[in-house]
């Protein structure tokens, strides 16, 4: 029953885009196509994780600014998303989007979550955007469509019918490429898109889109008042010279993205031994995941599980001398502010969510028949219920990791080494 009120919900959100979209394109006069306006304001659309809608979107947003140098790009972000993109040199403004995910129908059962929507349409509506980007998922589609911006560029099969008008075919993860690189086509669609407008001027790549994009790496900007306070914090922790290993323990889609307890407890008393730091990190719902390690290896282990913001927990990781983590959001904040990684992997696919041009990060894994199993449509839990791919990743594996990334890291810092670039090694390391 609740499967078929949800179907039904999202055919009535379809059939009101669609009408919307009608009445758009009868109320517009048919352009004349050889007068292109210039494009000054862009509208970007990425509603989703910590990860993906904030380093794993910062490519994108760079490329479109190398596209299009004169143009404002502003992007409409979620409480999570907001403090991590406003300090991005690309991206001129960060317009908030409280009303949540409204294809939800328990969301959409909030009248404070229409009248949210509705404020910030309006905004959106007054910024008189000529281009919009829908990242992902049909919400954005919607939204890109409501914004008023005459050219709308997205995926066809995660969109709206009729939402778009410039729909590039297919959808995310249907052909193979990192999360990032679905964004970064978007944005280079959209300048072919507009070049090949422009009387005289051949596109640039018009017949191409079968192939993989690669935009920059990246990219993430730590706020100095957090720098502070994580400096404060680290100061009785941390001792001058001892290597920082910050464990992020964490995966908020999914048990089964989640390493086992014992192994982190187990990890951490080896990095203990070693004469390490470590630094247990995440967010308000790890809370228990971290009070646990904490408790089983021992009061030397900080626990910061909970009790950062995101700039501080931005600041934090860019403090590390290692990052452990899974596929979570942090990890991938620890690659944008160019820390070294060690990721474990298990029901994802790391050539689609993996450490993206990532010089130093090393991926941890135990491939399986059966792996990688993780589909969009559900959170990541084990569909035979044993999570074997992640048990057989041994904490033994994981610490060699660390300590090989810090040997790296020693030598680059020798005088012999002093100087030298690890760039160029590769996306990452497997072992």
Partial sequence: MKRRLRRLYH?????????AAVAERLSCRRADPREVPPVRR????????????TALLSPALQRLKERFPTSVVHVLATPLQ??????????????PWT??????????????????????????????YHLALACYGPLASAVALLSGAPRRLGFAAEAFPLALTNPLPGGRYDRGWHEVNYSVAL??????????QVPGKRPDGADKGSSEPHGPPLRLVVEEGAQRTIAALLQPLVAPGVPLVVLVPGATNGRAKRWPLPYWVTLAGQLLAAGRAVVLAGGPEERSLGRAIREQAGAAIADLVGRTTLPELLALLERA?????????????????????????????????????AARATLVRHELPCSPCYRLDRVADCPLGHTLCQRLVTPQRVYHAVEDLLDRHREMNSPAGRGQSLEGEGLYRTT
Wanted: hydrophobic share 50%.
């Fill in 11 to 19: 055919a009535a959100w379809g059939a009101a885009v669609a009408l």
């Fill in 42 to 53: 862009i509208l970007v659309l990425r509603f989703g994780l910590l990860g993906d809608g």
């Fill in 82 to 95: 907001g403090p991590l993109l406003q300090g991005l040199p690309f991206v001129d403004a960060v317009i």
């Fill in 99 to 128: 009303a949540g995910d409204l294809l939800e129908p328990r969301q959409a059962l909030r009248p404070g979550a229409w009248r949210a929507a509705a404020g910030a349409i309006a905004e959106l509506r007054r910024g008189r």
């Fill in 187 to 196: 944005a280079d669609a959209a300048a072919r898109d507009v070049q090949f």
């Fill in 321 to 357: 001398s290692v990052v452990v983590s899974g596929d979570s959001g942090p990890l991938h904040l620890a690659i944008a502010v160019g820390r070294p990684v060690v990721a474990i992997y298990g029901p994802t696919d790391p050539r689609q969510s993996g450490p993206y041009r």
